[in-house]
C-alpha cells in the first residue's frame, strides 16, 4: 500500500510587480491554515516518511511547516523543481516518487494550481473539486512500488482543507 498526500501551498500574500511569483511568502494566515493542518492529519496518524515540495517559498515553507509538525529536519525537505510552473501528470509523479522515495510508503507533495487538481484528477477515477490553498488530498493506491503507479487507480481517502472540516 502507497499513499500519496498532495498539499496545495498556504495562503501567500498577493504578488508584487517588483518581485518575482516564486519569492511570495505567506500569509499569517497562511501559517496558521497550514499548522492546523499538519496538526490534522497527525492525529489521523498520516505520517510523511518524505516531503517533497516545489522551489516557489511559500510551497516550501508550507512544507516546513508540516516538517516541523512531524519532527522532520527543514533540510530533508526534497525539493523538486518541476512541481512549480511544469506541466505534470501521472508519468512525472511516478518517476520522481520512483526515484526519490522508492523505500518510502507515505509521501507528502507540496505545489500549485492549475496541476495538483490536474494530478489528483488523473490518480484517482474523479476529483471535481476546488483546491483551495492548504487543501489536502490523501490518494492510496494498492500497489507494492511507486513504478506500479497509473491513472485512475488512486482512492481519496480523505480531502480536508481548512473552512471545511472534511469531506
Known amino acids: 500500500m502507497k499513499t500519496l498526500v498532495i498539499i496545495r501551498h498556504a495562503k501567500a500574500k498577493a504578488a508584487e ?5 516564486i519569492d511570495r511568502k505567506l500569509k499569517l494566515r ?8 499538519a496538526y490534522l492529519l497527525s492525529e489521523y496518524n498520516i ?8 522551489p516557489a517559498k511559500r510551497a516550501v515553507k508550507t512544507a516546513a511547516i508540516f516538517a516541523k509538525k512531524f519532527d522532520i529536519p527543514k533540510s530533508d525537505i526534497l525539493v523538486s523543481e518541476f512541481l512549480y510552473e511544469t506541466d505534470f501528470g501521472t508519468e512525472e509523479i511516478k518517476n520522481l516518487l520512483s526515484e526519490s522515495a522508492p523505500d518510502k510508503d ?13 494530478l489528483i484528477s488523473s490518480l484517482t477515477e474523479k476529483f471535481n473539486y476546488h483546491l483551495p490553498t492548504s ?8 500497489i507494492e512500488k511507486w513504478e506500479e503507479l497509473t491513472e485512475s487507480k488512486g482512492t481519496i481517502k480523505l480531502f480536508v482543507y481548512p473552512e471545511k472540516k472534511e469531506k
Open 30 to 37: 497562511g501559517k496558521e491554515d497550514a499548522t492546523y493542518m
Open 106 to 118: 507515505t509521501v507528502f507533495v507540496f505545489g500549485h494550481n492549475p496541476m495538483l487538481i490536474e
Open 135 to 142: 487543501g489536502t488530498v490523501i490518494i492510496e493506491f494498492s
Open 47 to 54: 505520517v510523511p516518511e518524505l516531503l517533497i515540495s516545489s
Open 17 to 21: 510587480d517588483d518581485k518575482k511569483d
